[in-house]
């Protein structure tokens, strides 16, 4: 405990064993997905209500001891690392659908809800909530990390499906953002500029999302294509043509030989566009027709197509573990697992160069991609005990993160900043950074928000 010993003594007064120092709970958030060291807070708390959460940050306040949000630690870039100590506040115990506004497509949850378990609640209304990044993260998580995934090129990133937060600002304030109301002229956009700020601004608290209905028809198709570009190409032509499309998905060769060995699937080991469109009947077939189409035209062959729930479901599952299935293909590794986007003009070239860095040093990485959205992924796996191959791994993402500023792009689409890609920031967005440490230290004047993610503030 050490320095932080003041306010773990006032937290354990005020949650009881709701505040732990056990080894367990210590070295369960000490790490996420991503491939940084462990990094254990000093103690975890488990509030129940928005006013436990005020509570201990106002503890924290007091003592200038560091205060980190924990949601299901899926994230790839260490944003909920405790790399200074402190608390970690884990918001498991606060996971109910606190109002449900059907007629309005809205709704407010709490944070510790995951997004599987939210689409459960709303089965029965008519309704759903569709981003959709994979994991089974928290709502409070995905909207700390602005998430997105398989269907933001229909339906959008959180920020477009965010209406309102309620949030515990560094000195133990709770305020709300945003209305239900569909549009709003009314003072500085906070919600979404907070969404997306990775704690580092404050504790979400309570979500008020934007919800849809549940498509009439909804059907998925999987086509092989001879190579990356073919697959882009007719991306980028759906695109232009406007074809409302709900997911567009690459999944590379090395990535389908690792699903292959994961999903007992048999596809072809080349590269290959997943696909599913969402309407009417009428309009389903229509868009699947015009697909087809542009999928001929530019090389595809092969289109199937999958209309029965049971394999949609089995095509999507296998997609959305392809991350386990890539790295089982080298067991006992760790991956660096980093997206980045381009705009899609130039999607083709920076998945091409990307692959050429990585086969000009005799490896292959897996890719993968919301390539509607000009968002794609790459895993780079190495042994850990390995240091030349962790710094080639270094070293690769480097380069990526360099074609993708290189081509008006972003070194993350979805991933977030975290610590792993704070040294772009000034590359990306320039004298815009000092802005955004000008608002960190606005709100958070101690520095116990999060420290050391995002942005570094003095």
Sequence with gaps: MGKHAAAI?????????????????????????????????DAVAFPKTVEEVSDVVNICARHGCPVVPWGAGTSLEGHALPIRGGVTVDTSLMRQVVHLWGEDLCCAVQP?????????????????FPIDPGANATIGGMTATN??????????????????????????????????????????????LLVGSEGTLGIITEITLRLQGQPEAISAAVCPFPDVRSVVNSVIRAVQMGLPAARMELVDAVSIKAINSCSDLSM??????????HGSEAGVAEDAERMAEIVADNGGNGFKWATKAEDRTRLWHARHNAYFAMKSMKPGSVGISTDVCVPISSLARAIEDTIADVEAHGWTAPIVGHVGDGNYHTLFLFDPKNEKDRTLAMKLTHRMNERALALDGTVTGEHGIGIGKMEYMAAEHGEAVSVMAAVKRALDPEGIMNPGKVVEVN
Excluded: C
């Design 9 to 41: 003594a006032g937290m354990k007064a005020l949650l009881g064993d709701r505040l732990s120092t056990s080894p367990s709970a210590i070295t369960l958030h000490a790490r996420d997905e991503a491939h940084y060291p462990d990094t254990p807070p």
């Design 112 to 128: 510790g809800i995951t997004r599987e378990e939210l689409n459960t609640e709303l089965r029965t209304t008519g309704l759903f």
């Design 147 to 192: 998430a997105s995934g398989t269907m933001a090129v229909r339906y959008g990133t959180m920020k477009d499906n965010v209406m309102g937060v309620q949030v515990v600002l560094a000195d133990g304030r709770i305020i709300r953002t945003g209305t239900r109301a569909k549009k709003s002229s009314s003072g500085y956009d906070l919600t979404r």
């Design 268 to 277: 072809a080991e080349v590269p290959h566009l997943f696909m599913e469109f």
